[in-house]
């Protein structure tokens, strides 16, 4: 039977097809919860803020539990990141694989030139890692360890002022990897009419520079006016706390002042329950979703054109996989030769280079060697004329010693003749 006649039957070219009895394929939705519920759910927050502006109190009271954070020092010399993987998190009978990955480090340096690009580096590798798997033959994305970045909280500090300028470059160089969800950080410590000033500021600042920042889903009807309402609260003002306190016969998170007690979910304190509400019970899926259909699909775009992919070949016929392996071999060996030429001529000039040096040591070395032997030779010299004149003087001091020598015998011989020898001893006493 022809192809389409077989689609024909099926109602493939768009002819309704009437049921005569029940199927059982309505239990669809009910399999694809239960098989998702059996394998339970990966997800992964980036929180980036800088150091101890309360990322991981807000965890804690995110999850309503004690992850283990250290405080990071403020003398780091560079920006890092710090993933913890969380895999026994249960509600009901939902399995829930938590990463969250922490800035350390981030705007304690004076140039804060490389403070993003860890970031970038670490977001690009989960998706490389998800891509690798994907390209696998034998690929097993059923059971992998999915670690890309669903959602990334950018913790602003309570300034009441402005952004800071590394916020603006750090989330317009990641809008396009993640799901940016700004919160005001330690909100406790801004009044409420100081507050509400920031956050516009916030978003205008946001708007002026082309950050994208995720928003809430409102195609979905059912969640569609909530998501709507909630957009409109970014950036969520957060305050966190690892205290608790009893309100009313419970306990609730809260931090304690002289003057009063902030509770961590009171709406009318701070905005910490409407962030949860959207991050974890409303939107936890959509931003899955957002991640793969949006941000890893641009990523693997990109990287499968830099691999040489393409989707048909410019007179539209569709690409072999051999012939983009072969057009890659030609340009490889191409980039390998040109590489080669570049070496050689570098060999070849540092080798004309060498050579010119040891030439100029060579003439230096014959200079500096005529130059010593002129030195040699007039010391030399000057030696010689020293030696001639000590020669002459020591002849004239054995020339006047043999005439005081001869003087003084003839003295002798003269006293002998002319004095007695009593008289001559006389006088020679005298003398
Ligand atoms: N006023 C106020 N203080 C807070 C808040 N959240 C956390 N803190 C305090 O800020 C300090 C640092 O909090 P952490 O949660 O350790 O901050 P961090 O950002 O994780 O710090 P590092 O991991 O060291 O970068 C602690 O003393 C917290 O009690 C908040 O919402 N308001
Ligand atoms: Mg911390």
């Known amino acids: 039977m022809a192809a389409v006649d077989v689609q024909r039957q099926l109602g493939h070219d768009g002819r309704q097809m009437k049921l005569s009895g029940h199927v059982g394929f309505d239990s669809l939705p009910d399999q694809l919860v239960n098989k998702s519920v059996n394998k339970g759910f990966d997800f992964n927050i980036l929180c980036i803020g800088e150091t101890g502006i309360g990322k991981s109190t807000l965890m804690d009271s995110l999850f309503k539990t004690t992850f283990n954070s250290e405080p990071v020092s403020h003398q780091l010399p560079g920006v890092s990141v710090r993933a913890n993987t969380y895999v026994d998190l249960q509600e009901s009978n939902v399995g829930l694989r938590l990463t969250i990955v922490d800035t350390v480090g981030y705007g ?35 059971s992998y360890h999915d670690t890309r970045i669903h959602a990334c909280l950018y913790f602003i500090a309570p300034t009441g ?12 160089k990641l809008d396009s990897k993640v799901n940016i969800i700004p919160v005001v950080a330690k909100a406790d410590t801004i009044s409420k009419p100081e507050l509400a000033q920031f956050k516009k500021k916030i978003m205008s600042e946001l708007k002026e520079n082309g950050v994208r920042v995720y928003q809430f889903p409102t195609d979905d009807e059912t969640v569609a006016e909530m998501n709507a ?53 409303t939107n936890m899926e959509d931003l899955r979703e957002t991640t793969h259909l949006n941000h890893f699909e641009l990523y693997r775009k990109n990287r499968l054109k830099e691999m040489g992919f393409a989707d048909s070949t410019a007179d539209n016929r569709p690409v072999r996989l051999y012939d983009v392996i072969e057009e890659k071999k030609k340009n490889h060996m191409r ?18 280079q060498k050579e010119a040096e040891l030439k100029k040591a060579e003439q230096d070395l014959h200079g500096k060697f005529d130059n010593l032997r002129k030195v040699h030779a007039e010391e030399k010299r000057k030696l010689d004329d020293r030696r001639r004149m000590l020669e002459e003087e020591i002849n004239e001091f054995n020339r006047n010693k043999a005439s005081v020598q001869a003087q003084q015998a003839q003295a002798e011989r003269d006293m002998h003749q002319n004095t007695s020898p009593v008289l001559g001893r006389k006088k020679d006493r005298k003398k």
């Open 229 to 281: 309402a909630m957009n409109s609260f970014m950036p969520f003002a957060v305050v966190g706390s690892r205290e608790e306190i009893e309100v009313g016969g419970e306990m609730v998170r809260a931090r304690v002042y002289p003057w009063g007690t902030v509770e961590v979910e009171n709406e009318n304190h701070c905005d910490f329950v409407k962030l949860r509400e959207m991050l974890i019970r």
């Open 335 to 352: 980039e390998m030769e040109a590489k080669e030429e570049r070496m050689r001529q570098m060999f070849v000039d540092k080798v004309k």
């Open 108 to 142: 304690d340096q004076i140039d804060k030139t490389d403070s993003v690009q860890p970031l970038v580096e670490y977001i690009d590798s989960q998706f490389e890692s998800y891509l690798q798997e994907e390209l696998k033959i034998k690929r097993s994305l059923t």
């Open 161 to 172: 002022h402005s952004l800071k300028s590394l916020d603006l470059v750090c989330m317009k």
